[in-house]
Nanobody, 122 residues
Framework: VQLVESGGGLVQPGESLRRSCAAS????????WAWYRQAPGSNRGLVAK???????NSADSVKGRFAISRDNAKKTVYLQMTNLRPEDTAVYYC?????????????????WGQGTLVTVSS
């Protein structure tokens, strides 16, 4: 199972950016999706999470500006970021709890994307 991210880069304050993360491999079921970020010199922290059937949790710092969504058919999660601020600069990681097919068994595990830098600067 792999998670592949796309959509990072350099943007100016106030602009918008959409991140996506697609899962591939021998997937039986994707349970939860989440986005985390890690700014320089800081620990990795939760940005937003979809748990089960579309229950959304977001960090206070991004509420009203960031929105997480999922496309189950495409096995993809999105993070729509609006009104970006310099303090949003970080490496963003997608994350998923996935039950994978391993031969005749099903195995639940925690997977991470490769991480992509988002820089907000004028």
């Amino acid at each position: 199972v792999q998670l592949v991210e796309s959509g990072g880069g350099l943007v100016q304050p106030g602009e918008s950016l959409r991140r996506s993360c697609a899962a591939s491999g021998s997937i039986f079921r994707i349970h939860n999706w989440a986005w985390y970020r890690q700014a320089p010199g800081s620990n990795r922290g939760l940005v937003a999470k979809i748990k089960g059937r579309d229950r959304l949790n977001s960090a206070d710092s991004v509420k009203g500006r960031f929105a997480i969504s999922r496309d189950n058919a495409k096995k993809t999660v999105y993070l729509q970021m609006t009104n970006l601020r310099p303090e949003d600069t970080a490496v963003y990681y997608c994350n998923a709890d996935i039950t994978a097919e391993a031969g005749s068994r099903l195995e639940l595990d925690h997977y991470w994307g490769q991480g992509t830098l988002v820089t907000v600067s004028s």
